[in-house]
């Protein structure tokens, strides 16, 4: 009774919450399987087969990722984030803890000392000191450059010949220019790809969940199909197949029995006595197909001697050589001999006779009594199965019914957790695509402003170093628009440019750098190693499974107070290592499967059994199975004239050559020779060999043929008759007495042993019952913890998350900081290359030598002024 309410209290706790559902609902996956036949060979029984569930099940999520083309820089900016963070712990100790579920500050938060994380993070907290006084300071530094060269200084105005190391200044300053532009040009490059890869990673993020969504509804609903398999399918199998075993129980005993004393005995004899009116039918059958083939060898016998009489006549007649070859190769001076003795064949009239005698005289009865005797504890097997059968098979549709009312409910509830998923996915999703087509497209086109700004400023350096290496000195008349002084103004536009947008260009990369390495620490990482981060550890620390998924108490612990610790990476671990929901899930910490072993006593199966077994009792020393009476006169039967049939003598006597020639290919030569007798001296010859003929495929139609057919018949008789006088290979006069000892040794085991063995018997039957049970239990046991609900494509969704949010969107967003922090850094030297390489582009003349240099020094500039002072450009 405590089994039945503890397993109520546990059916009752399934309608809490639908997680819980969840959970239960592989607990209770018992007992039932498919059927097979009960018995192999009427006494061994088999094993049940069982039939698994099988589905071919697709699922959306996708792992696979393409960094077309730039895994090496996320790698690099890996390792650069990495070095800036600080190693594995990313926050040093006593700055917060968790406890009863909570973040709460730490000892050294409380008294504000920040020394140890200020020391921790001194990378970043640089990086973001240089990039402020970088933004502040360009704007000012611009400024004053502007300033300075509107009054004619910082290149703004110079001497119009090259002085005399000018050529080599500008050749080693063009080819730094280059490597500027290249290094320009790969942050160009990396900037826009990055940005649109992340565009591409933002729009296709919530396809990724919805998918991954898709894919849990399907695996609730695949894992749901596999327990309702297990608890109906399966058990409706079994159950039929436990009801034939228990019809069949009455049957299996008895002749475990009969096999066991020899009592089968009493069967065979009964068999035999009951098979006498036959065997007189079969005898007199016999004795008229014996008497017919004597008629048809007589008259055959008559028939053949006149053919050969009339074709020894004609053939010794006839001149031609066919006729001889006819005469000799057939032997028709022997045509009317064969080697068949018709008048040797047994005749049978005095077997009948008797046997007429033996059934007058109802020598069926004496094997009645042992029959009805054997009939009666059948009958008495079955009415005392009969009396537990309903109870068993209550017991089997109680169970059944549980089964299928629990598997409706999980069912149910699995429906209610897959439509909640559903909703609010796309409910989320919804709002979440809105946003980003509302506001998505901004941060696409900022990105897109600072790579085109960055790509602008690329464009001018390079167009400067075209007109500077590949344009002629400008002479201030008629100027070419690709000189070297439009490379000069080219490259000022350039500066002009750095010094308006690299403050906002700055800033947003650092806004983009802050947001990048802290998702990469905060969640790509503990996302790709749940079980060894810091980060995760904090979180996992923070919330215990237990306290969610088992609050009440369990075999009367309190879970989450008793219990192991159970994280969140835990369940990560466990999935991607493919186990089932029940491991991953620990749901033997509410229930445990291999409880259900017990549950053929809860439901009183086992109880039902050793009543049955109990009831079976009859008095087994009354059993009379062969009277003394009984006995005399089967004894007598064996020394009747069955005795004296012997088959021997029908099977040498018989054969199919009846003539030793075919009568019909004799009648077909002797057609063809009358053919190639041409002399009309022979016409009676001709005449009379084609009679000859006919008469012989008369005899062949009418006599041979049907003396062949009842010969078999006669020779299959006889065989017959052989094998039902036979036993155990003894002859009939010696099978009888042996009959008559085994039943007399069934009918003493019986009265000595036969209650016992009975109930040994019925032993053996209910262990197998139970045994196939268990047997089926201990696969439902291994099919909870290995099978069901396997977590695979649990772990494929988890995966392909981390795949869509970090290798999508996180590193391309990384990606993009870098490209942009590497021109940022390009243009500071850049800055001073092409303000120096600006001025030595706008000189005109080329070094005159040291004394013309001097005497030109102070001299006053003729050229237009235009010439002279370019101003800021």
Not at 808 to 821: K, Y
């Amino acid at each position: 009774m405590t089994g039945d309410n503890d397993r109520r209290s546990v059916i009752a706790g399934y309608n809490m919450l639908p997680l819980k559902m969840l959970l239960s609902l592989l607990v209770v996956c018992i007992l039932f399987g498919s059927s097979t036949e009960a018995f192999e060979n009427g006494l061994k029984f088999k094993q049940t087969k069982y039939t698994e569930w099988s589905k071919n099940v697709t699922y959306l999520s996708k792992t696979s990722y393409n960094a077309r083309g730039m895994k090496p820089l996320y790698e690099i900016s890996h390792k650069v984030m990495w070095f800036l963070i600080g190693g594995e712990d990313p926050i040093p100790d006593g700055y917060f803890e968790l406890k009863d579920g909570q973040v709460l500050k730490g000892p050294k938060a409380e008294r504000n000392e920040w020394g140890d994380l200020v020391l921790h993070y001194w990378p970043i907290l640089l990086i973001v000191l240089l990039v402020a006084i970088l933004v502040a300071s360009m704007p000012i530094i611009g400024l004053c450059f502007c300033c300075c060269r509107c009054a004619g200084a910082c290149g703004g105005r110079s001497e119009p010949f090259d002085k005399k190391h000018d050529t080599c200044r500008r050749v080693f300053l063009g080819f730094l220019l280059i490597l500027l532009a290249t290094g320009i040009l790969f942050g160009v490059i990396v900037a826009f790809a990055t940005n649109s890869y992340m565009q591409f990673g933002i729009d296709d993020g919530t396809d990724a969940v919805r998918a991954g969504s898709k894919d849990t509804q399907k695996f609730l609903a695949t894992t749901s199909e596999q327990l309702e398999y297990v608890l109906v399918n399966n058990y409706k199998q079994l159950s039929d197949h436990l009801e034939d075993i228990l019809r069949t129980t009455s049957d299996y005993i008895i002749t475990n029995l009969e096999q066991q004393s020899k009592a089968i005995s009493v069967s065979r004899l009964t068999e035999f006595l009951e098979k006498l009116p036959s065997l007189k039918n079969k005898l007199q059958q016999m004795k008229t197909i014996t008497n017919d083939l004597r008629v048809y060898a007589s008259q055959l016998s008559d028939g053949l001697r006149g053919v050969k009489r009339d074709l020894l006549v004609m053939l010794n007649k006839c001149s031609d050589q066919s006729c001889k070859d006819v005469l000799n190769r057939y032997e028709i001076g022997k045509l009317d001999a064969n080697g068949i003795h018709y008048d040797q064949l047994p005749d049978v009239s005095i077997i009948i006779d008797n046997l007429d005698q033996l059934i007058n005289d109802n020598i069926a009865s004496a094997g009645e009594k042992g029959s009805n005797a054997l009939k009666q504890m059948r009958s008495h097997l079955n009415n005392t199965i009969a009396s537990y059968t309903p109870q068993i098979i209550e017991s089997i549709n109680k169970a059944g019914e549980g089964l299928q009312k629990v598997s409706n409910d999980i069912k149910t509830e699995l429906d209610k957790v897959s439509k909640v998923i559903d909703t609010n996915t796309n409910k989320y999703t919804n709002i979440a695509d809105n946003y980003l087509v509302e506001y998505g497209p901004y941060r696409f086109y900022v990105g897109i402003g600072v790579c085109s700004i960055l790509l602008l400023v690329l464009v001018c350096l390079v167009a400067a170093l075209l007109c500077g290496i590949c344009g002629k000195r400008p002479d201030g008349y008629g100027d070419d628009c690709c000189n070297k002084g439009s490379g000069s103004r080219f490259l000022m536009f350039a500066v002009a440019i750095i010094f308006l947008t690299i403050s906002g260009i700055t800033i947003i990369a650092l806004v983009h750098f802050l947001i990048g390495i802290v998702t990469y620490r905060g969640v790509c990482v503990p996302l790709r190693n749940p079980q060894d981060d810091a980060v995760f550890a904090e979180f996992d620390n923070l919330i215990d499974l237990n306290e969610v998924l088992y609050p009440s108490k369990i075999k009367g612990q309190a879970a989450s107070g008793s219990l192991p610790p159970f994280h969140i990476s835990h369940v990560i671990v466990a999935c991607q290592k493919n186990q089932t929901i029940y491991e991953v899930l620990h749901i033997n910490n509410m229930v445990d499967i291999n409880a259900i072993k017990e549950y053929p006593a809860d439901y009183k199966i086992n109880k039902t059994l050793d009543d049955l077994v109990n009831g079976i009792d009859f008095n087994d020393s009354n059993v009379d199975i062969l009277s003394p009476a009984d006995k005399q006169r089967i004894l007598e039967l064996g020394q009747s004239a069955l005795k004296d049939f012997d088959s021997d003598q029908f099977v040498h006597n018989l054969n199919d050559n009846i003539t030793k020639h075919s009568l019909t290919d004799i009648a077909q030569q002797l057609r063809e020779t009358a053919k190639k007798i041409t002399s009309s001296d022979m016409k009676d010859v001709q005449i009379s060999l084609r009679n000859q003929a006919l008469h012989l495929e008369t005899y062949e139609q009418n006599l041979v043929i049907p003396m062949k057919t009842q010969s078999a018949e006669l020779i299959k008789l006889a065989k017959e008759l052989d094998s039902t006088l036979t036993y155990k290979e003894q002859k009939f006069q010696q099978s009888i007495p042996l009959l008559v000892t085994e039943i007399e040794q069934a009918q003493t085991f019986i009265r000595k042993d036969g209650r016992n063995f009975v109930k040994s018997s019925a032993e053996t039957f209910t262990n197998h019952f139970a045994g196939e049970i268990d047997r089926y239990l201990n696969m439902v046991v291994n099919a909870v913890e290995n099978k069901i609900g396997i977590c695979h494509p649990m772990a494929n969704v988890y995966e392909a998350g981390i795949v869509a949010a970090c290798n999508n969107i996180i590193d391309p967003l990384n990606g993009f900081w870098a490209g942009v922090f590497w021109c940022v850094i390009l243009f500071l030297p850049t800055l001073i290359v092409a303000v120096k390489l600006s001025s030595l582009y706008q000189k005109s003349d080329p070094y005159p030598g040291p004394l013309v240099e001097s005497s030109m020094v102070g001299a006053i500039d003729t050229r237009p002024k235009a010439l002279a002072a370019d101003g800021f450009f």
